[in-house]
């Protein structure tokens, strides 16, 4: 199995709380995360709200089971879920996501690490980097619809 760390960063003119308490609003990520060919929607949480061992689901042509494995509001939550690919190829990608928010300058820098365990063999690792390209532009557009929703629900601000 291949390892690999991705980090994003953003700063956002909203403060932690405000950043936090979106991101870990699970089922209502329609609110700000549009559906992709990799995410469908956050369904089946348990417990809501959600807290630290909350369970999920995220859905759509990639499933995703999940939990919350961290919990401190307002500085840091983690997630950790299975990715199962099964087209083109089949393998189940092991993903740790941690949000980290940092007060700065009036709004909040926000860093998404993610950690991933790729278990592709054989002629397969060939299709690592195109994995791996995937997983930055979904965490690339994901960072950006967070950032847009919190400044353009700001009072004073324009849409």
């Known amino acids: 199995m291949s390892e690999a760390h991705l980090r994003f ?3 956002i003119a909203a403060p932690p709380e405000a950043v936090f308490d979106l991101v870990a609003d699970l089922p209502h990520y329609g609110r700000w995360l549009p559906d992709s060919s990799a995410f469908g929607g956050t369904v089946d949480v348990t417990p809501y709200p ?13 499933q995703k089971p999940g939990k919350v494995t961290e919990f ?3 500085r840091h939550i983690g997630f950790q879920h299975t990715v199962m690919i099964r087209s083109p190829i089949s393998t ?11 007060p700065a ?3 909040t820098e926000v860093v998404r690490e993610l950690d991933l365990g790729i278990d ?28 847009r929703h919190l400044e353009s629900s700001r009072p004073g601000s324009t849409p």
């Open 92 to 102: 189940d990608v092991e993903a740790r996501i941690r949000y980290t928010f940092e």
């Open 120 to 147: 592709l063999r054989g002629l397969r690792t060939l299709l690592r980097p195109a994995l791996l390209w995937g997983f930055r532009q979904e965490n690339l557009r994901t960072v950006a619809c967070l950032k």
């Open 50 to 62: 959600v807290r630290l061992g909350t369970t999920y689901l995220d859905a759509g042509p990639i």
């Open 9 to 11: 960063t953003c700063r």
């Open 105 to 107: 300058d009036g709004g």
């Open 72 to 74: 401190d509001r307002p």
